[in-house]
């Protein structure tokens, strides 16, 4: 059998030519369509082959849309939509100009040739209006004349129940008036991929959740709707002339009444996407580049990119599940709406009155630096912040860089809390920015704090200042670099435990406070391994119930640092002893110094001296020489049976013979020893041997 391929006589255009044979591109490819459907509709009309129903999509002006930028196309595009019934409806290059276009069954509306829908001047309602069960926009321009409308208007305004699902796919918005997407009563799937969104304008710069480029506005009650937003690009300004000239990104509110209940379950998931100069300056009511409220199920936020925006960059209220990696926020920009301890990241788990969600979250990997714009703004970091109702539970912090900010992170009513390998850096802003680098309120259950490095050059390193006496800090393996007068490297207060470990810490005024709040007394763990290169030191030991570990304190430990059987302490202010060991438990006292002295320290002799045994190490060289007879006293205040010194005279002496007697029980010559030792039935001091050297 032999086949032809037949002459359509299909206009070709001319290579880097917008035309052919003087005829507009959008003419050609309307010309084209329709030889094509007339081929096809002949070939099945006389032999039965061919296509069925004709070609698989439908041309806007086979229906007399013109694309002319001039004419409104409203009702014969509505035309096109119901003859395609859900076919690909396909727009050749060209503007068509749209009042209203309501879509109440299936549409996949194709603008890839480059098509422009532009929204009429003085439109009457928004402009694609969607109200059916799947609409697909794919490529193009869609322009919202915001500058010629009357009232709050959106580009696409999509009621979006479980039984609904749209796409908008690689659409570049511009000129939009309020948002340019916009969904109410979410139940089924939003997917925004691809797109570019730029010029967009709140109308009247009042408005909170429309200044956006996707609105989830409301959620179907019982359903678990989706809003996908990845790999799109966001263009506002950092300098904003009019208000709402940047508005936000993504505004996600699809709950109906979490507090009862009864409630929406949808999710969010914004990954990959580019934000500049969003988010700042939006009439009394900012909004976040990306910005949930006020519940959420669910939010995975990854790898996206803020640069010059302001207020928050990732304003998560009320969500559960939420992960926030990967995300890279620079250079933010200063909004008179900013509130400095939002953060540029910022999680609250339950921001509306009475709810009870008990929320978890991973903050990590992401790089925060200069959120406030500039050094002299208090932009926090990462902010999480629960209520009296609704604690910030299972909270994952790790692996962050936070730069130039106020608090690098600030933490407040949350339960099981990780801070974990983050270097934080704070802002150098001077007085006006008096920061800190890590703290943390109202934390009850566990706190684990560590492996973090913190630059605090206007505050606190790290800051637990806890009105939760249950609560449990295990603090371990931190740098802290400190130099604020009036304030502490580290200062830990009000909690049930806290056990130091491993930290470092550096400050040019004072490194580190530990005290208590309340009549809960805690128990206190202090590791040698802890290393304070400068500033002082202060522990409140009155209010301690027990002390372990190794802890090192300029003054005695007897009658002050209550510590369970087996503690250390070291004397660090140089005085004698140096070392105690805590025989007995519990209490104040049962200390017994271990060492002060150096091991065979040259002891001068001349003038008499006398040994202790609970203050002087055991082995003692006399090096001296004697310029007369002189006693060494042996103390019995606090010996105990077995205490001994071995006494080693090596020193001759001037115009002598002059003997050193020890205790009254031998008179030592030159290079001669002896061996006391305490105990029998006495409790005295006897000789147990001597000899010469």
């Not at 070709?12 to 329709?34: H, K, R, T």
């Not at 990590?364 to 630096?369: E, K, P, Q, R, T």
């Not at 502490?488 to 491993?502: D, E, P, S």
């Amino acid at each position: 059998m032999s086949t032809t391929t037949p002459n359509l006589g299909l206009y070709i255009p001319a290579s880097g030519d917008g035309s052919n044979n003087g005829l507009p591109w959008g003419v050609q490819m309307q010309e084209n369509f329709e030889k094509i459907d007339t081929f096809t509709s002949d070939l099945a009309a006389t032999t039965g082959a061919g296509l069925v129903g004709g070609l698989p999509f439908v041309s806007v002006m086979s229906y007399g849309a013109t694309g002319n930028g001039v004419t409104d196309d409203t009702a014969n595009i509505a035309t096109a939509v119901a003859a395609a019934n859900g076919k690909r409806l396909v727009f050749p290059f060209g503007t068509y100009i749209i009042n209203t276009l309501s879509i109440t069954g299936s549409a996949d509306i194709d603008l890839t040739s480059g098509a422009t829908l532009k929204h009429k001047t003085s439109a009457s309602g928004n402009m694609i209006e969607f109200t059916g069960t799947r609409l697909s926009i794919t490529g193009g321009f869609i322009d919202g004349n915001q500058a010629n409308q009357p009232g709050v208007i959106y580009a696409v305004s999509c009621a979006l129940p479980s039984t609904a699902n749209v796409i908008v796919n690689g659409v570049t918005f511009t000129n939009t008036a309020n948002a340019a997407v916009a969904a109410t009563n979410s139940g089924g799937h939003l997917y925004v991929d691809r797109c570019k969104f730029s010029a967009m304008r709140e109308h009247d710069g009042t408005l909170q959740h429309d200044t956006c480029a996707v609105s989830v506005q409301s959620g179907e009650t019982g359903k678990k709707g989706f809003l996908r937003f990845n790999d799109n690009t966001l263009v506002g300004t950092v300098t904003p002339v009019l208000p709402g000239a940047s508005p936000g990104g993504i505004f996600f509110a699809p709950t109906l009444d979490y507090v009862n209940g009864v409630g929406n379950f949808s999710t969010l998931e914004a990954i990959g996407n580019h934000f500049y100069g969003i988010g700042q300056n939006c009439g009394g009511n900012d909004i976040a580049p990306i910005h949930t409220y006020p519940s959420t199920d669910g939010a995975r936020v990854i790898g996206n990119y803020f640069e010059g925006c302001g207020f928050s960059a990732i304003a998560a209220k009320s969500v559960k599940n939420f992960i926030c990696t990967d995300n890279v926020i620079v250079n933010g920009q200063t909004s008179a709406q900013n509130d400095p301890t939002s953060g540029a990241i910022y999680y609250t788990p339950g921001d509306h009155s009475g709810s009870t969600v008990r929320p978890r979250a991973v903050i990590s990997n992401n790089i925060i630096d200069t959120p406030g714009g500039t050094a002299t703004v208090k932009q926090n970091g990462i902010s999480v912040i629960g209520s009296p109702t609704s604690v910030a539970t299972q909270v994952v912090i790790a692996n962050n860089v936070i730069n130039g900010c106020g608090d690098g992170i600030w933490i407040d009513r949350a339960t099981d809390v990780s801070i974990t390998g983050n270097k934080i850096n704070g802002s150098t802003g001077g007085t006006a920015n008096t920061e800190h680098g890590i703290i943390l309120n109202n934390i009850s259950s566990v706190a684990m704090i560590y492996g973090n490095y913190v630059v605090a050059p206007n505050g606190y390193g790290i800051a637990a200042t806890n009105a939760n006496t249950t609560a449990k800090f295990h603090v371990d393996g931190n740098y802290v670099i400190h130099s604020t007068a009036g304030s502490y490297g580290m200062i830990l207060r009000g909690m049930a435990l806290v056990k130091l470990t491993g930290n470092i810490i550096d400050s040019t005024t004072s490194a580190i406070s530990v005290s208590w709040d309340g009549a809960t007394k805690p128990a206190f763990y202090w590791e040698r391994s802890n290393q304070i290169l400068n500033g002082t030191v202060s522990f409140d030991f009155a209010n301690l119930t027990s002390a372990a570990g190794h802890i090192e304190y300029p003054n005695a430990p007897d009658g002050l640092v209550p510590a369970t059987a087996g503690a250390l302490y070291t004397r660090n202010s140089g005085g004698v002893p140096a070392l105690y060991i805590k025989e007995t438990g519990g209490g104040t006292t049962g200390w017994r110094p271990v060492e002060t002295n150096a091991l065979g320290g040259d002891q001068n002799a001349n003038s008499g001296i006398t040994l202790t045994a609970t203050l002087d190490a055991p082995v003692q060289f006399f090096t001296t020489a004697l310029t007369a007879a002189r006693t060494i006293t042996l103390s019995t205040s606090g010996a105990s049976n077995g205490d001994m010194f071995r006494i080693i005279r090596t020193a001759g002496d001037t115009g002598g013979p002059w003997n050193l007697s020890v205790g009254g029980l031998k008179n030592l010559a030159a290079n001669t020893w002896c061996e006391v030792s305490f105990g029998g039935s006495g409790n005295a001091w006897v000789l147990t041997g001597y000899g010469t050297l």
